[in-house]
Nanobody, 123 residues
C-alpha cells in the first residue's frame, strides 16, 4: 500500500515562502510521477504542479508559474514544493498525489493521495 505524508504547511505573511514535503512509502518511488494540488474552502481541487519520475519534466499552473518549484529527491522518496512570493489567494489545503507513468494535470488520473497540509497566507 502506497502512503503519502505531507508536511511543511503553516501560516505565513504575503510575500513569504514555505516548502512543502511529501514522503512516499510502500512502493517504488521511481515508478511514479508526482503532483501537487490544492483546495480552498468552497472551491474544487485544482492542479498546482507535477513532476516526472526522473525529475526532468515539470508543469505548473499559470497561477503559480515563476513562484513555485516542484522537485524530487528519489534517494529520499520525497517530493517537494517550494513556494515563494506567496499571496493570500494561495491559501488552501495542499495535497500531494502519485500516479504511474507520465505526468498529468488531471486529479482523476492520480492513484494515491496524501492527507493534505494547510497553507494560510495572511495579507
Amino acid at each position: 500500500q502506497v502512503q503519502l505524508v505531507e508536511s511543511g504547511g503553516g501560516l505565513v505573511q504575503a510575500g513569504g515562502s514555505l516548502r512543502l514535503s511529501c514522503a512516499v512509502s510502500g512502493g517504488s518511488f521511481t515508478d511514479y510521477a508526482m503532483g501537487w494540488f490544492r483546495q480552498a474552502p468552497g472551491e474544487e481541487r485544482e492542479f498546482v504542479a507535477t513532476i516526472s519520475w526522473t525529475g526532468f519534466t515539470t508543469k505548473y499552473a499559470d497561477s503559480v508559474k515563476d513562484r513555485f518549484t516542484i522537485f524530487r529527491d528519489n534517494a529520499k522518496n520525497t517530493v517537494y514544493l517550494q513556494m515563494n512570493s506567496l499571496k493570500p489567494e494561495d491559501t488552501a489545503v495542499y495535497y500531494c498525489a502519485a500516479k504511474r507513468r507520465v505526468t498529468s494535470e488531471n486529479a482523476l488520473a492520480y492513484d494515491y493521495w496524501g492527507q493534505g497540509t494547510q497553507v494560510t497566507v495572511s495579507s
